[in-house]
């Protein structure tokens, strides 16, 4: 990617770097404009698009791409309907200066496997370094230790063995009788197994909050993306 001498893009640096997150007093969380709607909002809950240098757009799921950059609503739905409507162009011409560029029809998968790919990368990193927890009986001896921060399941997992897992998860957080589950993942066990190189992954957890974090990051994108119900607790998921 890359960007004129001298020129910035107004949605990456409009708004201000911070903000004050009134959910954790002290700290504070990056926020960007939409170029959709025009709200500033957390910058975990958008999706940045970049230009290449032939002015094709791009999902930047990672957001490293070089030069200029611009910010969505990070949902498939409103994209599509703003492909559709012609507001997503007219946003991005804005955002780039530009008229000349090409938006892929197929730009709303294009962000969805990107996002994917980054969730599924990000797993294999965390299990590399022991920090993602498999198998049955050891997630359920260490969530009833309290020795769990995050529990997710695939989205094929059958309800009792969810069932079971969350029971013990609650046990160990001192949290029974609140109905609070893990995480039911937009990715089933092929996906899961195929990325992690084990047979039959079907839940998950990792026991490191750090780690934890680093995960929920760009799986609350995903999933705020792909229009599932995402818990109040991790609707502003930061690393």
């Known amino acids: 990617m890359r960007t004129p001498p001298n020129e ?86 804005r955002a780039f200066k530009t008229g000349d560029l090409e ?30 927890m498999l198998g049955t009986q050891r997630i359920a001896e260490t969530a009833r230790a309290g020795g769990v921060a995050l529990l997710c399941h695939a989205s094929d997992a059958s309800e009792d063995g969810r069932k079971k897992l969350d029971q013990a998860w609650r046990v160990g957080r001192d949290m029974e009788g609140s109905g609070e589950r893990g995480l039911i993942l937009p990715l089933d066990r092929d996906a899961l197994s ?17 780690a934890a974090a680093r995960v929920l990051k760009p799986l609350v994108r995903l999933m705020l993306y792909m229009g599932h119900d995402v818990p109040a607790e991790y609707g502003r998921a930061e690393a």
Not at 15 to 35: F, L, Q, V, W
Not at 194 to 210: C, E, I, P, Q
Request: glycine share 8%.
């Open 8 to 93: 910035r893009l107004t949605s990456d640096i409009a708004d201000p770097p911070k903000a004050r997150n009134a959910s954790e007093p002290g700290k504070t969380c990056p926020e960007r404009r939409c170029i959709l709607t025009g709200e500033t909002q957390p910058r975990a809950t958008l999706l940045r698009l970049a230009v290449s240098p032939s002015g094709l757009v791009l999902p930047d799921a990672q957001e490293k791409a070089p030069g200029r950059g611009a910010w969505v609503c990070s949902e498939r739905a409103a994209i599509e309907t703003a492909q559709g409507n012609g507001k997503l162009k007219a946003g991005l011409s």
């Open 103 to 132: 938006i892929p029809e197929e730009l709303p998968q294009m962000v969805e496997d990107a996002l994917t790919r980054v969730v599924l990368d990000r797993l294999g990193l965390e299990m590399r370094v022991g920090h993602l």
């Open 194 to 210: 195929v990325a992690l190189g084990r047979d039959n992954v079907v839940h998950l957890a990792l026991a490191d909050d750090a």
